[in-house]
């Protein structure tokens, strides 16, 4: 096979100029970032699949161009297999195309900070510019702002969830600060939620936040739950996590559920509400609460600072696969973490048919119980 030629993005340009066609092989998230001005934008797997979209003529010069050189070189091999003789590959890429100050066209209708500040998403062919899209359409819920809520929000910010619903009832006392980054010493005293927004506006202000100073009970969990795509469970007692589970159920909403206690964590997913019959939901795993002697307080137990952060971080992962659909989410598993042994270990969910959550028994699940303040179960 004949060695594939490399071309500077200059020479390019000029043979453009003499009617070579400049196709660019790389994702539409990338496309999006920007293009050289008259390259037909085509991702390398449908090049490859199908080389005559761009001409059947296999002695027509192709000339192509990626983010770096690596996968045109790659392109152009395979369809010098394919028949094609005439065929370069740009050095460089776009990378170089742009250092060099060539002529660009815009890629996509979004503005430059959207494309600049998510450009790291729009290289991953997973997400891209429609995931991308897909996240600032979705609106978040998430229950607490404190050790579980603050490293999922701020990454959830980041990462471009277009609207945080932040629901707290509490305000940032110094002991908060060990570990619920999203406060700082000088917003003692302030109601959590506003301290929240405060720290995600200024991470990323695209974001819409929605923060409302309520406790989740029985009369604010329909109206919280209301539109949202997905639920955290950053909540730090049981009488709310039975009722969010049973919310969720109720309005067919994921909960990405964790917990931490000392050093111990777990995550899980609960659909039941979504895949009734298939997915488990936390009363499913726990049909009652534990007495209060068995769930000591987290201010009693204590938490190590940066056990939060790893569970909180996991559960934002969660939610970014389900509002994507990437992957496979903890629906069915509960992963548990133990940070002084640093193992992560698996265990399976099944639904219970019985369940009082959403099983027959549905809708007899105790709705009230007395309120016992910490977040990890029992084992
Ligand atoms: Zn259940």
Not at 46 to 68: F, K, N, Y
Not at 324 to 336: A, I, M, N, Y
Request: with cysteine; aromatic share 4%.
């Amino acid at each position: 096979m004949a060695t594939i030629e490399e071309i500077s993005p200059a020479e390019a340009l000029r043979r453009m100029g003499q009617g070579s066609r400049l196709v660019d092989v790389r994702e539409p998230g990338e496309h999006a970032l920007g293009l050289p001005e008259g390259a037909l934008p085509i991702p390398r797997a449908m090049l490859e699949a199908d080389p005559s979209r761009v001409t059947p003529d296999t002695q027509a010069e192709l000339l192509l161009i990626c983010a770096g050189g690596y996968r045109s070189m790659l392109a152009a091999q395979a369809l010098q297999a394919r028949g094609y003789t005439r065929l370069a590959s740009v050095a460089g890429g776009f990378d170089a195309w742009r250092r060099a100050g060539l002529p660009e066209m815009a890629g996509a209708a979004e503005d430059a900070d959207f494309l600049e500040r998510y450009s790291r998403h729009l290289r991953l062919p997973q997400v891209g510019l429609e995931g991308q899209r897909r996240l600032a359409q979705a609106r978040v819920l998430l229950v607490g702002a404190g050790g579980l809520g603050s490293p999922a929000a701020y990454y959830l910010a980041a990462a471009g969830v277009g609207t945080l619903v932040i629901a707290d009832d509490d305000v940032v006392d110094r002991s908060n600060l060990q570990r619920q980054v999203l406060h700082t010493e000088a917003r003692i005293g302030l109601a959590k939620v506003e301290s929240a927004a405060t720290a995600l506006s200024a991470l990323n202000p695209r974001v819409r936040l929605e923060p409302h100073r309520v406790r989740v009970a029985v009369d604010t969990v329909d109206a919280l739950l209301r539109d949202v795509d997905v639920v955290i469970d950053g909540a730090d007692n049981f009488p709310v996590r039975y009722l969010l589970s049973d919310a969720c159920v109720r309005h067919g909403k994921p909960l990405v559920y964790g917990a931490v206690h000392r050093f111990e964590g777990q995550v899980s997913v609960f659909d039941a509400g979504r895949r009734p019959g298939e997915a488990p939901c936390y009363r499913c795993l726990f049909p009652e609460p534990p007495a209060p002697e068995d769930a000591p307080n987290c201010a009693e137990a204590g938490v190590l600072g940066v056990l939060p952060g790893v569970i909180g971080l996991l559960q934002a992962t969660e939610v970014l696969k389900l509002i994507l659909g990437l992957g496979q989410t903890l629906s069915g598993r509960l992963l548990h973490f133990d940070a002084l042994a640093m193992r992560f270990r698996e265990t399976r969910l099944a639904p219970d048919p019985e369940c009082a959550g959403c099983g027959s028994r549905r809708g007899q699940g105790t709705a009230t119980v007395s309120d016992v303040a910490c977040a990890a179960a029992p084992r």
